[in-house]
């Protein structure tokens, strides 16, 4: 069984579409959204929720007023400058909140206690191209790496049981916890890489967290016509790292088009270059 | 105080970092050095790429603290661990070990606390840099392999000059809790989207998040003419403000893509620019 | 006197193994001299963070030298090499019986 995950460090270059193009192409994997935090895959899979589960995201502390004595101990050990203090009163500004709960343990009159913040879900599918695990997490949440530990596991999971060839994974944004949690234990990663100079800057970052892990890197060059000078750029950049470059594939209304119809590029336009692009980007990666 | 506007999105790619250092440049035409641009996008900045000439002046370096067990002084009682909420804390009597693991510990110093015997204290880990450039561009960017992002964005909002007029925030994609972090403290958010699929379901969970926290804000629709109408709709069913209407433009993104904003703003997109500037100088009552 | 802990998804011998350390279910704890088992239920399995650590931590405590299990984190790993526990991965899909029965007849 082999693992692959959809990364780009900038948001916005393709990774949602290019893996739902994969997946479209892929027999025998199970998807896995990885990208907790404004999860999209599911608008072009239209997945049929088989299995709910909750995520709890960690501890939020709050105060009982009425038997708090103002004192102020805790202001003083919080770390996070999540308690204040108005007109004498403490308050929790719970989104400060870290869930470390020392507040909890020092406060002299017990005053303080914590409730698990549980407004994250998580969900096994299934989808016109095999299962698919998933997540929604409540807007502002913290620990987002754990939640993609949370699907990744269960993905291999299913992976098992159906004997799976592949999971697909489509990655988040960036290279902080989420992104790191999204390369962790993986066996391929593909870069999907828009020429911006922002798109350039945003995944040499990428390159060397990936090499941290010492996991193959392959590389889909998208939209590389909206500057074709900072694709050569690119393309320089990738030959020096030993990345393959396994396609580049141009701007096209047709990709947002396929988004707006919720199907693959793949399933929207058969017989097109794009499509006959992305075949060959899976039969490199599934070896 | 200054007034503060973050620009943020929800789903990546649709233009924050456009509208930001398009935003910036305009204003920085009426107010000059009273208006900063700070970019907390820390696990991928971008915005200093559109600032070819831009000096770095100073930077200060981020460190997370760290706690480290003396197992001189350590009597193994493992209260740290009883503490210590984030299970970053190992104690074994049986073998006097007693170990903090770093990738685990937020820093909170509750074990500091619970240490009744003096044998924790604090050593510093890099965690990443706040840069502060001479076109009043401040830029925080996380080291690689940190996952500390949303820690490095508190520490970056301390180091914003407090006599600015106007603070330009430049949020990170997505809407967790270092987005929340970067809006926490704005008077006023522009939402950039899409009006594809992706951009709307993305701008929802940030009208959500925007309402939740209580925070006023209005949206910019970038490269209308791509995708669908639906986002428009949206607007007008929840009564939101649409700011601006920025037209798909293969040259402008062209630009874009070369780091070359700044010295060709196509008329449509500074236009735009412009009537937000306007309301923004009106809501300072300038 | 050598202490195992075999990973479970249940507390009985006919629980099925467990192929997780951190997050398995209970430890089937089993004296491989006299053969006696007994079961803990494992409360990090649950853990936010740090469930292998965690586990590790306990498999010092209680002096275990060896332990049947399907994945060892990298955390976890560390720990109990530094203590010379002995990891064994095990890949199939076996009863707890199974491997207390393969474990006596060597």
């Known amino acids: ?287 | 105080m200054s007034y503060n506007i973050a620009i943020a999105s929800g789903k990546g790619g649709t233009g924050k970092t456009t509208v930001s250092v398009s935003l910036f440049q305009t204003l920085r035409k009426e107010l000059g050095g009273d208006v900063v641009l700070v970019d907390c996008d820390v696990e991928e900045p971008n915005d200093a790429l559109f600032f070819a000439n831009a000096k770095l002046l100073h930077n200060n370096e981020i460190k997370q603290r760290i706690p480290i067990i003396h197992t001189d002084k350590c009597t193994f009682c493992r209260k740290c661990v009883e503490y210590c909420e984030f299970n970053a804390v190992v104690v074994m009597p049986s073998v006097e070990f007693a170990e903090v693991n770093a990738s685990l510990c937020h820093s909170c110093g509750a074990c500091l606390v619970a240490c009744q015997f003096d044998a924790i204290t604090e050593t510093e880990q890099l965690i990443g840099q706040v840069n502060h450039y001479d076109t009043g561009l401040i830029e925080g960017k996380l080291t690689v392999g940190s996952a500390m992002q949303t820690m490095l964005v508190k520490e970056l909002k301390k180091h914003i000059p407090a006599n600015k007029l106007l603070v330009l925030l430049d949020a990170p994609p997505g809407t967790s809790c270092q987005v929340v972090e970067t809006v926490s403290d704005a008077d006023y958010v522009i939402l950039v989207t899409e009006p594809t699929p992706f951009g709307l379901h993305d701008l929802k969970l940030m009208v959500q998040l925007l309402r939740e926290i209580g925070k006023p804000f209005g949206v910019v629709v970038n490269k209308s003419g791509l995708g669908n109408e639906e986002v428009y709709q949206f607007l007008d069913d929840d009564g939101i403000d649409l700011l601006g209407n920025i037209p798909i433009n293969k040259l402008f993104a062209s630009n874009y893509a070369k780091g070359d904003l700044l010295n060709n703003i196509p008329l449509e997109i500074a236009s735009v620019v412009n009537q937000f500037t306007h309301k923004i100088m009106l809501n300072l009552g300038l | 006197m050598s202490k195992t802990v075999i990973t479970s998804s249940g507390n009985t011998l006919t629980s099925k193994f467990d192929k997780r350390f951190g997050r398995a279910e209970f430890f089937c704890l089993l004296d491989e001299a006299t053969g006696q088992t007994s079961f803990i239920a494992n409360e990090f399995k649950d853990a936010n963070h740090g469930a292998g650590t965690k586990a590790a931590e306990f498999m010092v405590e209680q002096q275990v030298n060896k332990i049947i299990s399907g994945d060892f984190g990298p955390k976890a790993k560390e720990l109990l090499e530094k203590f010379d526990v002995q990891m064994v991965i095990l890949q199939e899909e076996l009863t707890i019986q199974a491997i207390v029965d393969r474990i006596s007849k060597k």
Not at chain 1, 20 to 34: E, H, R
Not at chain 1, 176 to 183: D, L, V
Not at chain 1, 257 to 285: D, F, G
């Open chain 1, 1 to 287: 069984m082999k693992e692959i995950t959809v990364l780009s460090g900038k948001g916005g270059t393709g990774k949602t579409t290019i893996t739902a193009a994969l997946a479209s192409v892929a027999q025998n994997a199970v998807l896995c959204d990885n990208d907790v935090d404004a999860a999209d895959l599911h608008l072009i899979l239209q997945p049929q929720v088989m299995e709910t589960n909750q995520f709890s995201s960690g501890w939020k502390a709050f105060v009982s007023t009425e038997i708090c004595s103002n004192c102020g101990a805790c202001i003083d050990n919080c770390r996070f400058g999540a308690i204040s203090q108005t007109d004498g009163l403490i308050q929790i500004i719970t989104y400060k909140c870290e869930g470390c709960r020392l507040c909890e343990r020092i406060c002299p009159s017990s005053a303080i206690y914590s409730k698990e913040s549980i407004n994250n879900y998580w969900y096994v599918s299934n989808t016109r191209h095999g299962k698919m695990v998933h997540a929604r997490m409540g807007p502002g949440e913290e620990n987002s790496g754990k939640l993609v530990t949370k699907v990744r596991r269960r993905a291999r999971e299913i992976a098992k049981e159906q004997q799976a060839s592949f999971i697909i994974n489509d990655g988040p944004p960036g290279i902080g916890c989420s992104a790191i949690s999204a390369i962790s234990g993986t066996d391929l990663v593909l870069l999907v890489i828009e020429p911006t100079q922002s798109g350039l800057h945003d995944v040499k970052r990428l390159v060397e967290l990936v090499r941290s892990f010492n996991i193959s890197l392959y590389a889909v060059l998208n939209k590389y016509d909206i500057n074709v000078l900072v694709a050569f750029e690119i393309e320089a950049y990738l030959h020096s790292e030993n990345i393959p470059l396994l396609a580049s594939i141009p701007f096209d209304k047709a990709m947002v088009e396929s988004m707006v119809n919720e199907k693959t590029i793949i399933e929207y336009l058969p017989a097109s270059a794009i499509t006959q692009s992305i075949r060959k980007v899976w039969e490199i990666i599934k070896q």
